[in-house]
C-alpha cells in the first residue's frame, strides 16, 4: 500500500465514520433519555436514501403512505387514551383537534404533495425536505404506538420490542421498495483538489453535516430549555418528573431527534453506496460498536469510537475485504472487556 491508496482509503473511513458518528449520537440519545437500545435507527437511514432516490426518478415514494398510516394508527390510540382516562376525558375537545392535526391531516398534507411533487422534477433542496418531512415524523409515532406502553418496562423487555420493531420494518421497506438497492444522485457534484487528492463534494458534504450536527447538539442541550429538559431527564428520569418535565415529550422528542439524525444520514449516504431495505441495519450496528465505546452515555466517545469504526472498515475492505465485517464488529469484543473492568457496577445493577 502506498501513500496515495492510503490517503485515499482515509479519506473514505472519515467519510464513512461521519456517518457512523451521526447514527451513535443518536443511539446515545435514544437511550440515555429513555433507556431504549434503539436498534431501529438503521430503518430511518435506509427509508430515508430510499426515498429520495425514489424522488429523484420521479417516484411517488410509498413510504409517505406508510406515515399516513402510522399517523391513523397513532390518533386512534391517543383517542382510546383520552376516552379512558377520565381526567383527559375532560379536556378532549381541546387534545383531539390538536392530535388530529399532527397525526391525520400532518401525514394528510405530506401525502397530498408528495403525490403531487413527485412526477416532477424537483431541485435537490426541495426533494432533501421532502424526504425529511416524510420520515421524520414517524420517529414520534413509533414511540407512541410501540414503546409508550411499555415505558416501566425493563432494559431488557425494551431491547425485545425494538428487535420486533425492527423486523417489523425491516418487512414493510421490503414490502414498499422490493427487494432492489437504490443509490441516489448526489446532492453535489463539486469537486475539490488537495495536492493529488481529489474530494468529491458529496464527502465534504457528509463531514459539514457531522460537523453542524454535533454543534447544534451541543448548543441545544447547552442553551435551550428543551435540550436542558432533555438533558435533566437523562441524568434523572425520577428528579425531572418530581420537577414538571414530562418525560413522555422527552421520549417523543428524543425519536424525533433520532429519526431526524436517521433520515439525514440516508440522505447523506445514499450516493456513496447502493441502499437496499435491510442495508441500514448494518450501517446502525457500526454506529452501535461507536456507541459502545462511550457506553451509550458519553457523547464524545462514541464519536470518536464511530470515527475509528469508519477508518477500520475501510482500511479493511483494502486488506481483507472478505472479513471486513468481522474485523470492524470483533471490536467490540475487546471494548465490552475494557468498559466492565473500568466501570463501576453491582449485583443489584439490572
Known amino acids: 500500500m502506498d501513500s496515495s491508496i492510503a490517503a485515499i482509503l482515509l479519506q473514505d473511513g472519515v467519510t464513512q465514520g461521519a456517518v457512523y458518528v451521526l447514527i451513535a449520537l443518536a443511539l446515545v440519545l435514544v437511550f440515555s433519555v429513555t433507556r431504549i437500545i434503539f436498534i431501529p435507527q438503521g430503518e430511518f437511514v435506509a427509508f430515508g436514501a430510499m426515498t429520495i432516490a425514489a424522488l429523484q426518478m420521479n417516484k411517488a415514494p410509498l413510504t409517505a403512505l406508510l406515515l399516513l398510516v402510522l399517523g391513523a394508527l397513532t390518533f386512534a390510540t391517543e383517542t382510546a387514551t383520552v376516552l379512558r382516562n377520565p381526567v383527559r376525558r375532560q379536556r378532549a375537545r381541546r387534545d383531539l383537534p390538536v392530535q388530529a392535526g399532527k397525526y391525520l391531516l400532518y401525514p394528510l398534507a405530506v401525502y397530498g404533495f408528495t403525490m403531487l411533487l413527485a412526477p ?126 414530562g418525560t413522555i415529550q422527552a421520549g417523543k422528542l428524543a425519536l424525533t431527534l433520532a429519526a431526524l439524525i436517521g433520515a439525514v444520514c440516508g440522505v447523506l449516504i445514499g450516493p456513496l453506496t447502493t441502499i437496499s431495505y435491510d442495508t441500514g441495519f448494518l450501517i446502525a450496528l457500526k454506529g452501535f460498536v461507536g456507541a459502545i465505546f462511550g457506553g451509550l452515555a ?48 453491582s449485583d443489584s445493577d439490572h
Open 120 to 245: 416532477r422534477t424537483l431541485s435537490p433542496a426541495l426533494q432533501v425536505g421532502l424526504t425529511l418531512a416524510i420520515v421524520v415524523p414517524m420517529g414520534p409515532m413509533l414511540y407512541r404506538l410501540v414503546y409508550l406502553p411499555l415505558e416501566r418496562a425493563s432494559v431488557l423487555v425494551l431491547l425485545i420490542a425494538s428487535v420486533a420493531l425492527h423486523l417489523a420494518l425491516v418487512g414493510l421497506g421490503l414490502l414498499i421498495f422490493g427487494a432492489e438497492g437504490y443509490r441516489s444522485a448526489p446532492l453535489t457534484d463539486a469537486q475539490f483538489a488537495i495536492g493529488t487528492q481529489v474530494i468529491p463534494g458529496q464527502n465534504l458534504l457528509v463531514l459539514g453535516t457531522a460537523v453542524v450536527a454535533i454543534g447544534a447538539l451541543y448548543l441545544y442541550f447547552g442553551r435551550t430549555l428543551s435540550g436542558k429538559a432533555l438533558k435533566a431527564t437523562a441524568i434523572n428520569s425520577l428528579g425531572a418528573q418530581l420537577v414538571g418535565i
Open 298 to 345: 458519553s457523547y464524545p466517545i462514541a464519536a470518536a469510537g464511530a470515527l475509528t469504526v469508519g477508518v477500520l472498515d475501510s482500511f479493511s475492505s483494502f486488506w481483507a475485504s472478505a472479513f471486513k465485517e468481522v474485523i470492524v464488529f470483533t471490536l467490540i469484543i475487546p471494548i465490552l472487556i475494557w468498559r466492565s473492568l473500568v466501570s463501576p457496577h
